[in-house]
C-alpha cells in the first residue's frame, strides 16, 4: 500500500520561506515522477512542480524562480522549497505520485495534503 504523507505547512510572512516535505511508504517511490498540487479555497486544484525519478523538474510559470522541487530517492522523500511566498500561494498543497504524460503529471496517489498560509 502506497502512502505519501506531507509535512512542513504552516504559515509564513509574504517574502518568507517554508519547506514542505513529502515522505513516501512503499515501493512506488523508486519509479514514480512525484508532484506537487496546490488548491486555493474557490479554485481549482493546480500543478505546481514535477519531478522525474532522474530528477528532470518542470514548474507552473507562477512559481518559476521561487520554489525548488527536489527528491531524495534514498530517503524516500520529496521537498518543496517555496521562496519569496506571496498571498497568492495561500493554498492546501498536496503530495502527489504517478507520471509524466507530456508536459503535465498524471496522479496515481495523494497525500492528505499540508496547508501554507502567506499573511501579506
Known amino acids: 500500500q502506497v502512502q505519501l504523507v506531507e509535512s512542513g505547512g504552516g504559515l509564513v510572512q509574504a517574502g518568507g520561506f517554508l519547506r514542505l516535505s513529502c515522505a513516501a511508504s512503499g515501493s512506488i517511490f523508486n519509479s514514480a515522477a512525484m508532484g506537487w498540487y496546490r488548491q486555493a479555497p474557490g479554485k481549482q486544484r493546480e500543478l505546481v512542480a514535477t519531478?522525474?525519478?532522474?530528477?528532470?523538474?518542470n514548474y507552473a510559470d507562477s512559481v518559476k524562480g521561487r520554489f525548488t522541487i527536489s527528491r531524495d530517492n534514498a530517503k524516500n522523500t520529496m521537498y518543496l522549497r517555496m521562496n519569496s511566498l506571496k498571498p497568492e500561494d495561500t493554498a492546501v498543497y498536496y503530495c502527489?505520485?504517478?507520471?509524466?504524460?507530456?508536459?503535465?503529471?498524471?496522479?496515481?496517489?495523494w497525500g492528505q495534503g499540508t496547508q501554507v498560509t502567506v499573511s501579506a
Open positions: 502527489a505520485a504517478g507520471y509524466i504524460l507530456g508536459a503535465t503529471m498524471v496522479p496515481d496517489y
Open positions: 519531478i522525474t525519478r532522474g530528477g528532470n523538474t
